[in-house]
């Protein structure tokens, strides 16, 4: 058996292609978050950056998104332990925490299907954020699930 990139290099040791094999394309970072000015508590809405495909949950222009996103967040090995806002399912801030890729995960099944039936993705979920007036009126809790 092949072992498993993931769980013998260190994230900071990953080549480009490894890491961004890592991203299961569930599409919640792309979704719009609120953070409470008094609590700092963080929340999550159903309102997605209006590049993401909200069926396949993939950016729309995901090599030139900066362009047409200029405060879209690059998730890299660097910057991963400030980005508390990426949600518990999210591979990169599993491996980060020291728990492993979930069975859904497209690198174990070899497709989005696992991970699309468990409920992980956006897909199907999301409002274009441009059709939204008030974002505190998107607020849902199914971004902060995580199986496994």
């Given at each position: 058996m092949m072992t498993q990139f993931w769980t013998s290099t260190p994230l900071d040791n990953m080549t480009p292609e490894q890491w961004e094999s890592l991203c299961d394309g569930c599409g919640k970072c792309c979704l719009n978050k609120i953070i409470d000015d008094d609590t700092d508590k963080l929340y999550y809405t159903n309102a997605a950056c209006h590049?993401?495909?909200?069926?396949?949950?993939?950016?729309?222009?995901?090599?030139?998104?900066?362009?047409?996103?200029?405060?879209?967040?690059?998730?890299?090995?660097?910057?991963?332990?400030?980005?508390?806002?990426?949600?518990?399912?999210?591979?990169?801030?599993?491996?980060?925490?020291?728990?492993?890729l979930p069975s859904w995960h497209p690198l174990i099944t070899g497709s989005k299907d696992a991970m699309h039936a468990a409920g992980i993705s956006v897909q199907g979920k999301t409002v274009n954020e441009m059709k939204v007036k008030y974002l505190e009126d998107c607020i849902v809790l199914w971004p902060m699930l995580d199986i496994e």
């Open positions: 590049l993401l495909d909200d069926e396949s949950c993939s950016c729309r222009q995901y090599p030139d998104r900066f362009t047409y996103v200029p405060e879209c967040t690059a998730i890299t090995p660097d910057n991963i332990a400030e980005l508390t806002w990426l949600p518990d399912s999210c591979a990169y801030r599993r491996l980060h925490v020291g728990k492993g």
